[in-house]
Each structure stands twice: as C-alpha cells, then as structure tokens.
C-alpha cells in the first residue's frame, strides 16, 4: 500500500489490519483514512477472508484524530471543519465496519480514546489487554463523542455510565469494561496474542454466511419491532437453508464429527 501507516496482511482466512502510527498512538490524519479505506476494499475483494481483526501498533490502539493535523487544528485563518472530516472518513468507516459481511474483531492491545474507543465499538467483537484503558476524551476539549460513540454507549452500558463517560471523560479500565458490557472480553496482558489468534482461527473456521446473518439481524434488531425482527428472521432461515454449510453442518452432526465449513 502507498501509506505504510496501516499495515494488511491477508493468510489462512484471516485478514488482519494494524493500524501502524506507534509515535502517534496511531491516531488519524487523512492519508491514513485513505490508507485504511485501501485495506477494506483489499479484504472486501478477496473471497478467502473470512475474518477482519484489526489492532494497534505499540503501546496503544489509536487515540482517536490526530489534532495537529492541517484543517483539523484550531487557530488556522480558517476554522477547522470538524464535521467534515466525521462526513468524510469516521462515519463511512463505522459504516462500512458494521455492515461488512463478515466477524470484524478488535484487539485493543493499548490505550483507545476519542475516535479510537469508538471506533473499537464499531467492531463486532472486542478484547481488550487487561492493562487497556477506554477514554471518551471529547469532552476536554468541547467536542461530542463521534464515530458512532452517541449510538454506541448508551446500548452497550446504559444511559447512566454513557453520560458519564462522555461528560467526565475519565479512563475506563478493561476489566470494567468487560464487566459494563462495553467489551466481549478482558484478557490478561502475556496471554492477549493467543487468545486474539485463537479466536479469529475460530471464526475463520465457522459458517460466514451465518454469521454475516447474525451479524446483519442483530444490530437491525436493535432498533426494529418484534414483527419485523420475525420476518427477518424467516427470510435469513430461508436463505440459510440453502446454503452448503448447512448441509455440511448438520452432516458432520450426524456423522460425530466436526464441520468443515466453506464460509458459503
């Protein structure tokens, strides 16, 4: 890729994403939007990946837009256009997250504030190192959580602690978030690379489409009456049952043996 700000490597189903500004704390300025937006079309094109993990480099995860940036910093003969750049790169990203057609796991292998804490909540599944820390850092310097955090926070930990992280912008540990429902799971630090390989190997393994179904329906449910949940899960069980991992799933039941899925 032409910014080696972001880093794609593609193997046994997996693709996996690094963002890759470890002097930054791999906070965003354009080019590596731009560079990340490269990467998704990578992985959306290649038919072998089945699983997106993306992480940080160094000591953090991303601490969210990088405030030096031109047209992003205060105090130019232009005010900055804060909404623009969300219109442009962070909102298309979550979008594009949630809506990809397959497991996006995040790894939050250090510090992820502003942007970067929500951009991890973006992500379907999220573990964290036990020595990460969540930080809505907006508030310290007059801005809203972005990147989806107004939808995120409240679903995920209730109104009470989403106020609360969004207006005292003070860390949130790992173990808490697991303990909030921010986060999947809370690993312990020597123990975080292999859990994170053992799970994307796994899901790299199992029924994709099912799992891009899940995905798809799970969050639509959220926000959809009964009814509608119903009818989209009548019209998935259908599609479901047609395909080839369903034959094979309830074939290796039958046989006392374990699936070999093909993701279609």
């Given at each position: 890729?032409?910014?080696?700000?972001?880093?794609?490597?593609?193997?046994?189903?997996?693709?996996?994403?690094?963002?890759?500004?470890?002097?930054?704390?791999?906070?965003?300025?354009?080019?590596?939007?731009?560079?990340?937006?490269?990467?998704?079309?990578?992985?959306?094109?290649?038919?072998?990946?089945?699983?997106?993990?993306?992480?940080?480099?160094?000591?953090g995860?991303?601490?969210?837009?990088?405030?030096?940036?031109?047209?992003?910093?205060?105090?130019?003969d232009?005010?900055?256009?804060?909404?623009?750049?969300?219109?442009?790169?962070?909102a298309?990203?979550?979008?594009?997250?949630?809506?990809l057609?397959?497991?996006v796991?995040?790894?939050?292998?250090?510090?992820?504030?502003?942007?970067?804490?929500?951009?991890?909540?973006?992500c379907?599944?999220?573990?964290a190192?036990?020595?990460?820390?969540?930080?809505?850092?907006?508030?310290k310097?007059?801005?809203?959580?972005?990147?989806?955090?107004?939808?995120?926070?409240a679903?995920?930990?209730?109104?009470?602690?989403a106020?609360?992280?969004?207006?005292?912008a003070?860390?949130?540990?790992?173990?808490?978030?697991e303990r909030?429902?921010l986060?999947?799971?809370c690993?312990?630090?020597?123990a975080?690379?292999?859990?994170?390989?053992?799970?994307?190997?796994?899901?790299?393994?199992?029924?994709?489409?099912?799992?891009a179904?899940?995905?798809?329906?799970?969050?639509?449910?959220?926000?959809?009456?009964l009814?509608?949940?119903?009818?989209?899960?009548?019209?998935?069980m259908?599609e479901?049952?047609?395909?080839q991992?369903?034959?094979?799933?309830?074939?290796?039941?039958?046989?006392?043996?374990?699936?070999?899925?093909?993701?279609?």
């Amino acid at each position: 890729m032409a910014d080696d700000s972001i880093v794609l490597s593609i193997e046994a189903g997996i693709a996996r994403i690094t963002l890759n500004r470890p002097n930054k704390l791999n906070s965003f300025n354009a080019a590596m939007h731009e560079a990340l937006a490269e990467a998704l079309d990578t992985v959306e094109a290649d038919e072998s990946v089945r699983v997106l993990l993306l992480t940080g480099a160094g000591k953090g995860f991303c601490a969210g837009q990088d405030l030096g940036e031109a047209g992003v910093a205060p105090g130019g003969d232009t005010p900055p256009d804060l909404g623009g750049a969300v219109e442009r790169y962070y909102a298309p990203l979550v979008r594009r997250l949630r809506a990809l057609a397959m497991p996006v796991v995040c790894a939050v292998n250090g510090t992820a504030a502003g942007a970067g804490a929500n951009l991890a909540l973006a992500c379907d599944l999220v573990l964290a190192k036990r020595s990460a820390k969540f930080i809505e850092a907006f508030s310290k310097i007059g801005l809203i959580p972005d990147t989806g955090g107004t939808y995120f926070l409240a679903r995920r930990v209730g109104m009470a602690r989403a106020m609360g992280m969004a207006m005292l912008a003070e860390p949130v540990d790992a173990e808490t978030a697991e303990r909030w429902g921010l986060i999947w799971r809370c690993v312990d630090d020597d123990a975080f690379e292999a859990e994170v390989d053992t799970l994307v190997t796994q899901l790299a393994a199992a029924p994709t489409l099912g799992l891009a179904r899940t995905k798809q329906l799970l969050y639509a449910g959220a926000n959809s009456s009964l009814d509608d949940a119903l009818d989209a899960e009548r019209d998935a069980m259908t599609e479901l049952g047609q395909s080839q991992d369903y034959d094979e799933g309830v074939t290796a039941f039958s046989e006392k043996r374990a699936p070999r899925f093909i993701g279609r």
